[in-house]
């Protein structure tokens, strides 16, 4: 695993990402000292949580002997962007199965995917439904003999493993951690982490997140299995399921407004399918005295900048 580490720092990875300041009067007015662990800085293309994910999958695809990547997405998953990225620069070939039809015009996920050499599959939302038990998998898995398959979204054991290392990063002390949550992946890795310390909160960036608080649980056996730990499941964290707003990919002119002042203030850049949800559900707990004076708050910038909103007007 030391080797596969090596070639990947050679690759201007960066993993021992800023932990800074976040500028908010809310955060001011409430006494709490609210900090961003900067993990969108990680890779311009493989950012944030798609990264610490991957990295323990690309280590297992290599001493498996796997030449090719197959995953799943949607038109605009940030996890289909980062294999491709990800694939060209560690030398696997991708595959991306892609719910839907393909479309006149591929979005700019897609785009950049196919120009990294990612082959795009496109299937029904029905056979995409059933993933790798759908009849169409055969077909692709005839085509490419060695491959080694990672799930939608990334989430998968070693995904929690590579999550979980990035709380040894964090010198500061802190009494809260929140961060994005679409599979649940990085909040169990974050959990993991922590190890019993502080709480950590998830906020579902999908309508229904209800599912995350099972998911993450299992998520989290199969962590302390896989690793023969015997612990029992930890208690210290929970999900916000109220910050949706709409539901996944959805967002409302209230989040957008949001997200133009946080980055005033802030000067870095979030996005609306995920980080942005989180920040905003973070200060609102602020506001709503949900921390306590004194007490410091760290979330984490999962990156996703690819699919931000306001791209096209840069
Ligand atoms: C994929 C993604 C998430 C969700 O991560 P999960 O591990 O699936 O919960 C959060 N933030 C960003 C920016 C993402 O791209």
Known sequence: ?????????????????????????????AGVRWLVKRDDLIHPQISGNKWRKLKYNLAAARQGGFDTLVTFGGAFSNHLYAVAAAGRLFGFKTVGIVRGERAANLSPTL??????????????????????NAPDFAETANRHASFYLIPEGGTNELAV????????EIA?????????CGTGGTLAGLIAGCDGRGQVIGFSALKGGEFLVTEVGKLLENHYAATSQTKSSPKNWHIRTEYHFGGYARHT?????FMRRFEQENGFLIEQVYTAKMFYGTE???????????????????????????NSEL
């Open 1 to 29: 695993m030391n080797d596969k580490r090596q070639t990947v720092n050679a690759k201007r990875i960066n993993e021992t990402t800023p932990v800074q300041r976040v500028r908010s009067q809310v955060a001011d007015a």
């Open 253 to 257: 002119p209230a989040l957008l407004d």
């Open 111 to 132: 785009q950049f995917a196919e120009s990294c050499g990612m082959e795009l599959v496109f299937w029904s939302r029905e056979a995409y439904r059933s993933k790798e």
């Open 284 to 310: 609102e707990l602020m506001r709503q005295g949900g921390f306590r004076r004194g007490e410091t708050v760290i979330s984490l910038h999962t990156g996703g900048l690819q699919g931000r909103v306001f």
């Open 161 to 168: 493993r590579g999550c979980a290392e990035m709380i040894g």
């Open 172 to 180: 500061e002390p802190f009494d809260y951690l929140t961060c994005a």
